[in-house]
């Protein structure tokens, strides 16, 4: 086409000189023209060789980089899964092998007594509270989906009276008082499963706390939020710790507590879950030696004529 354009010029040109001036002859002219046209359409082949070349390179390194963009959070969320298996195997692996090796040690042993046995049964008993323990919390974070999530309009006040008692068994042990002062707000979700947030956060406010500490719940709302704080005056996370609490299997080390306390480190991960179905965000702050502050934001329900909020 542009060969065309240029050899439609040319003769245009050439008339006109022809025409008006009445200088260079036909054959001259036309010489000139088929040079400068042979020249020009070699110009125009390797220019058209070289920005298609341009443009295959730029086209597949943009493509290529934008590929590895796309897979990038699928390549990670993979990672994750194959991360946690490895961690959950890890965690399943440990109680059985303990139990493995005493059930052969007594199994070997020619003259057993009957207290003897009895000490095994129970450790492994303790063994297979520690897997029980593991299978359900696994299969609590796996259960936490929107199929099973059913929302009402529900009152913050009845839910965490209903998480306190969960928890006031250890509380009682540890002579932990817990001190709710939120107030009466009303959220959109599902009962069972903010029952069992709030039980988590207090669990480990009195696992991670000292003996006669107090445990004080708050809320405040914020815009169309509530926010409802759990803040204990227990050891603290480190910063190096914090931005992990909330991975599927993540302790932090405990040896700082001097005390060993149980868990398998899925309580804040299944607590992290409810709170996204439900819309909502969960953050930590924390201070050593000081104490946590674990705050919950949920969305409040939609409110009704009658209703007065008080907070
Ligand atoms: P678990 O308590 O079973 O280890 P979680 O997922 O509930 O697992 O918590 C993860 C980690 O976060 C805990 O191992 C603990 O180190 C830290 N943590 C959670 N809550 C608190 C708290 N209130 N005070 C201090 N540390 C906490």
Redesign the pocket.
Known sequence: MSSHELSTGFERQRSALLDYFGFGSQQGVDRLRETQLSQAEQHLIANLVLYNIGILVLGGAASFAMARRTLRPLEQAMEAQSRFTADASHELRTPLTAMQTEIEVALRAHNLTVAEAKEQLASNLEEVAKLQALSNGLLALANQDAEHFVPRRLSIKSILDQAIKNSATAAKQKEVVIDNQAGNVSVLGDKDSLVQLFA??LE??I???PPKTTITISSQVKGNNAHIAVH?Q????TPS?LPH??ERL???D?SRTKEK?????????I?KKIVELHCGAID?I?QEGK??T?TVRLPLAPAEPSEQKTV
Request: charged share 10%.
């Open positions: 988590i956060l480990n406010a696992k991670y706390s204990d227990g050891h603290g996370i710790d609490i909330f993540y302790r932090a405990s306390v149980n868990g398998y480190g899925l309580g804040l991960s607590a930590a924390s104490g946590s674990f």
